[in-house]
């Protein structure tokens, strides 16, 4: 008999952090209880990444400490997420002892398939372009920040990434259950909240835009702090733009991936903009709002980059003088 208790980690990006989130709030609901030590856990889940090698690589250690945990039949292990999904039984094969293997669609079905469970490892990573939106009403990150995700999937296909992959392609969700999970989070005292997704600025639902979407946001929840990510700059507009200036609770804030600062490295990335695109944006970004935040992604090292094309990305970096970047050596990913 499992004990009605579960623990929960997760890994990678603000994705996660929100279907983590969710999860949490599934499992509550089938009446488990968080606990913060996996040795007290009846129920242990690692909620896994798998965009960069060195991400698996941490999960794969961390599920290895935590297969210690089990305690005969009144305990499992949960592998869920993106490294899950590409990785499936292959996964049970390095980590004997993990009971159950959910890819990101089937990781909050996880309540369900353990009032089945029977002894037998349960591996579920089924890619569906149908499948119903999970919704929960979420459990924040902590009391005052939260995460809420708008869209799932990707439909970019950068050359180097395996999240479309993994995720499937984009879905979008209704506005009336994103305004929901927002008003819920405030209630529980929620101050500052984000909204994610593979690429957010993408969002559409029927005739909806993502700009009306945070218009929507702001007049009828009573978040003080709103936030956005990740943008790809093919799809950051002039209307979300002027929003920083008009709407002081929007933070001044933007995440926007540049990766490289050569236009023929953009090009084999299939990333659809120029630099001369990107840097426009920031020129626009830093006009509505003279103190806005930009921070960014860059990759080293990609197939074919030449120095020369490298030293276009430390100009670029230079000039535009990000406040934060996220800054990794190409990692190949099976499959991209």
Known sequence: MLRKTYYLHSYGCQMNLADSGILSAAMEAAGYTPVADPARAGVIILNTC???EKAEERA???LTELVRFKQNEE???CAVGCMAQRMGAKLLERIPGIDFILGTQQLFE??????????????????????????????????????????????????????????GPERHRKPEAIIRDINHLAEKGVLDLTLVGQNVNSYRFERMQFPELIRMVLHETGIRRL??????????????????????????????????????????MFRRYTFGHYYGLVDKLRQARADIALTTDLIVGFPGETG??????????RDIRFDAAFMFRYSTREGT
């Open 50 to 52: 798998s965009v960069r």
């Open 60 to 62: 794969l250690g961390r």
């Open 75 to 77: 305990t499992c292990v």
């Open 110 to 167: 996880l309540p369900r398939l353990l009032a089945g469970k029977n002894g037998q490892p349960v591996i579920e990573t089924e890619i569906s372009n149908g499948l119903e939106w999970a919704e929960y009403p979420p459990e924040p990150d902590n009391p005052y920040l939260a995460h809420v995700t708008i869209t799932r999937g990707c439909n970019n296909y950068c050359a180097y990434c395996i999240v479309p992959y993994l995720r």
């Open 227 to 268: 936030r956005f990510i990740t943008s790809h700059p093919k799809d950051l507009s002039d209307e979300l733009i002027d929003l920083f200036a008009a709407e002081p609770r929007l933070m001044g804030h933007v995440h926007l991936p540049l990766q490289s600062g050569s236009d023929r490295i953009l090009e084999k």
């Open 308 to 317: 020369e094309d490298y030293e276009m990305t430390l100009e670029a970096v």
